[in-house]
């Protein structure tokens, strides 16, 4: 049976991020940010890509916010470009970037679309990457809470659900430790830094949030990958348990324990952040929510040899099958869902929780006007059914955002994969609403018709 009987007080939504949709990256008085310069650096991205134009969002919104009315979406989340406001980060605002947001903004509430607006989805203004390091110096924190006064006191009347903050982990990791995602460090240092700034500057932008519209609900976005060991030895456990509070306690704890996981402090005390008294009664400045993002699961192995961490994450040989694994190489596995909806009722107090990202990339194509996208279809049904499964069991969650809702920029990955419930042609910029989509449409519009057991929400292929 493919109806989900989502609950009529369910949001649903699509989610995007605005250095993947908006281009016009030169337009209107718009500052550059670092994955505009790290995308034009050669060898950074798949393929040469960069994100100069996108899907041209900033010029077809209105078409966009049309297409998010015929798919009946509840919300839509999408991030202000920091450096469309502040072109150098802090200072001189640009009227004419708090005028496209305001278009935006008007046009989705005119189509009875709630926004849920993100602060930061990793773009940071060059300008303080080049002037502090972006978020490995404690100063763009303040900048961040300024940029945060000024965009909630400008758009508050309309919008009311903010994020702080994206995925402080991938953005301190993958752009500070790892080095594939903008800004391109390779720094255990750097990295620690990033990750204790970017939590501090989502606690400085909650009070500032706090302080210009005390009706407004605002929370930030973790990722969550659960980890699961291969092996069966102690060291597979102790790897198991590290990784864990490397990937997901070091940005879970912090919120809601107010400390690092101890593991982590111990094993790489020689790389800890500099942390002033009261940082963390910051970090832990109330939210009215939490944004969850799901993927897919790792298995971790113990290895001596690798220092700190003790463990390698093991590499799974991809299958050429689209209902185990997707064009990302993620498996695919819904029950890391209800794994991490069930720890959040039982370990983080279970706070009311939307999840703001889950989905799949494919290599999607046209075919007479059709994308028969079958496999995400089934990667959808199943994940939802996850969400509702955990909700039923008592978990406070409230929504679901698929990512995305249009193809895009993704990352280090250009435009070689595609996540959006809507194909978007990069030569022509022609958009066509995809079967998914399209089922997505029928589960909303069918929201609290029919009363299905939970024994009946079938799991099979589309």
């Not at 470009?81 to 009227?95: A, M, T, V």
């Not at 404690?138 to 809470?145: G, K, L, V, W």
């Not at 939590?199 to 932008?205: E, I, P, R």
């Not at 955990?390 to 409230?398: K, L, N």
Request: hydrophobic share 35%.
């Amino acid at each position: 049976m493919d109806h989900l009987n989502i609950p009529r007080d369910f949001l649903i939504g699509a989610a995007t991020a605005a250095y993947q949709i908006e281009g016009a990256v030169r337009e209107d008085g718009r500052g550059p940010s670092i994955w505009d310069t790290f995308c034009h650096q050669p060898g950074n991205i798949d393929r040469g890509h960069n994100a100069d134009t996108a899907c041209d969002h900033y010029h077809r919104y209105q078409e966009d916010v049309g297409i998010m009315d015929q798919l009946s979406l509840d919300a839509y989340r999408f991030s202000i470009s920091w450096s469309r406001i502040f072109p150098e980060g802090k200072g001189r605002i640009n009227p004419k970037g708090l005028a496209f947001y305001d278009r935006l903004i008007d046009s989705l509430l005119e189509a009875g679309i709630t926004p849920f607006t993100t602060l930061f989805h990793w773009d940071t203004p060059e300008a303080l990457y080049q002037q502090y390091g972006g978020f490995a110096g404690r100063e763009t924190c303040y900048h961040f809470a300024d940029y945060t006064k000024t965009v909630v006191n400008h758009f508050g009347d309309r919008v009311k659900h903010w994020i702080t903050v994206n995925e402080p982990w991938e953005h301190a990791t993958f752009g500070h430790l790892f080095g594939h995602h903008a800004p391109g460090k390779r720094n255990p240092w750097t990295f620690w830094r990033a990750m204790h700034h970017i939590l501090l500057g989502h606690g400085m932008a909650m009070q500032a949030i706090r302080s210009e519209d005390s009706t407004a609900k605002a929370g930030l976005t973790l990722s969550y990958t659960p980890m699961h060991i291969k092996g069966s030895r102690a060291i597979d456990l102790e790897a198991a348990k590290t990784a864990n509070a490397f990937m997901n306690g070091i940005a879970f704890d912090p919120i809601f324990k107010g400390h690092y996981p101890e593991v982590l402090w111990q094993r790489f005390r020689w790389f800890r952040p500099p942390v002033n008294p009261g940082d963390f009664d910051i970090i832990q400045t109330p939210t009215d929510f939490t944004g969850l993002n799901y993927y897919s699961r790792e298995f971790v192995r113990g290895n001596r040899l690798v220092p700190g961490l003790r463990g390698t994450f093991v590499a799974r040989r991809p299958e050429p099958d689209p209902y185990r694994y997707t064009a990302m190489d993620w498996e695919i596995y819904p029950e890391g869902f209800n794994e991490l909806l069930t720890l959040m009722r039982a370990e983080y107090g279970n706070p009311p929780v939307y999840i703001t990202e889950n989905g799949a990339a494919y290599f999607d194509k046209v075919d007479h006007g059709i994308v028969s996208d079958q496999p995400r279809i089934s990667y959808l049904r199943s994940h939802i059914h996850e969400v509702l499964k955990a909700r039923q069991e008592g978990t406070d969650v409230r929504g679901y955002f698929a990512w995305s809702l249009l193809d895009n920029f993704e990352w280090a990955k250009g435009f070689s994969t595609r996540f959006g419930l809507v194909h978007v042609d990069y030569e022509s910029g022609k958009r066509t609403i995809k079967n998914s989509g399209y089922w997505l449409q029928q589960q909303i519009r069918q929201r609290g018709a029919l009363e299905v057991p939970a024994g009946l929400m079938t799991l099979e292929r589309a």
